[in-house]
């Protein structure tokens, strides 16, 4: 069985289940090394059918398993580290959600230990890198993180891991950390943003579901479930409150105890790509990993392909209301 993080593992025949379109698949960036894939493989791939039947793209940037031998050998503990970084096989959600439902799916190969798709290129611990700070010559980013994550040791690369310390064995090359943002993080976030464009372009709005998995919550009271799904808008600023008064109404039906930007929010993704006065709107939703995984939350249980079917049903119930706000607004446009 493919991968679905590897770029074989995401391949056209998806589109029997998008009603046979023709499907686009689209591979950029770089993951430099030695991997299974060969030297190198691509930073991302994205699939998509032609034409759409839903303005949504889905977006895993952390669920990553192209790891270069040299980045493995310079870790402390692999497997801790895989399993406490990565957003476990939540790609594979992805790729059942976008194959039953026909939305676009930008999957990261490149994997959290080697950079954050989810951090700005400059949250950087600079204690940890070996070599001059940063770049004068490089452009301002889009939104810096001014190192706010890089100091609890989460930022672009990674430092350290609570209750375990530090992750690697010596500090980073500076060229190294240059070569990650330059054939990583900008050509996936370049490429994400034009394909938002081009979706809104084609509908009037575009939907970003920018997918996760979060480690099992604590029960917020007495007799009260733990949250198995968190829906992140930056507290109202990265979409119409519509998108999430559906998404709680669909998952409370079935059951699905349901929190809103606690204790996830959302981060650069949404503040870079998210612009509502732009028809962008975009959601994090982070999937409690005891929902799909086995005990050890390490591998995928039978309860993946069930949970994918329900979550099928909110991102179409969220493609609607995408569409609703697209005619509308162009509508709207036309009338002015």
């Known amino acids: 069985m493919s991968d679905p993080s590897s770029p074989k593992g995401l391949r056209g025949p998806a589109a029997s289940d998008a009603g046979r379109r023709p499907m686009r698949r689209t591979q950029g960036g770089a993951v430099a ?3 299974a894939e060969g030297l190198f493989g691509p930073a991302f791939t994205h699939v998509a059918p032609q034409p759409m039947p839903l303005p949504v793209l889905i977006a895993v940037p952390h669920a990553g398993r192209v790891y270069p031998s040299e980045t493995l050998a310079q870790l402390r503990d692999v497997d801790l580290s895989q399993l406490r970084l990565e957003d476990r096989f939540v790609d594979r959600l992805g790729v059942e959600i976008a194959k039953a439902t026909g939305t676009g799916l930008l999957v990261a190969h490149a994997p959290r230990a080697m950079l954050d798709l989810n ?47 530090e992750i690697w064995r010596e500090k980073l090359n500076r060229d190294e950390l240059d070569r990650r943002v330059d054939c990583i993080h900008r050509p996936y976030h370049t490429f994400l943003a034009s394909e938002l464009d081009r979706i809104r372009d084609n509908w009037g709005a575009a939907l970003l579901i920018d997918l996760h998995s979060m480690p099992p919550l604590r029960e917020p ?4 479930p733990a949250p198995r799904v968190v829906l ?14 559906r998404s709680f109404r669909y998952l409370e039906e079935r059951g699905c105890a349901t929190a809103h930007n606690r204790p996830y929010s959302g981060g650069y993704v949404l503040d870079r790509h998210a612009s509502p006065s732009r028809g962008i709107h975009a959601i994090q939703l982070e999937i409690c990993r005891s929902t799909y995984l086995d005990d050890a939350l390490s591998e995928p ?35 002015e």
């Open 119 to 165: 951090r700005a290129h400059d949250d950087v611990d600079w204690e940890m890198i070996a070599g001059p700070g940063r770049r004068k010559s490089k452009p301002a980013p889009v939104l810096t993180g001014s190192n706010h994550r890089a100091r609890s040791g989460l930022g672009l690369v990674p430092r350290r891991l609570p209750g375990f310390g």
């Open 33 to 35: 090394g030695h991997t």
């Open 221 to 224: 009271g007495p007799g009260q």
């Open 301 to 335: 249980s039978a309860a993946l392909e069930p949970l994918a079917m329900m979550l099928c049903g909110l991102v179409r119930e969220l493609g609607a209301e995408a569409a609703r706000i697209g005619s509308r607004d162009q509508t709207a446009q036309a009338a």
């Open 232 to 245: 992140g808008d930056r507290f109202g600023a990265s979409c119409q409150s519509s998108f999430i008064a």
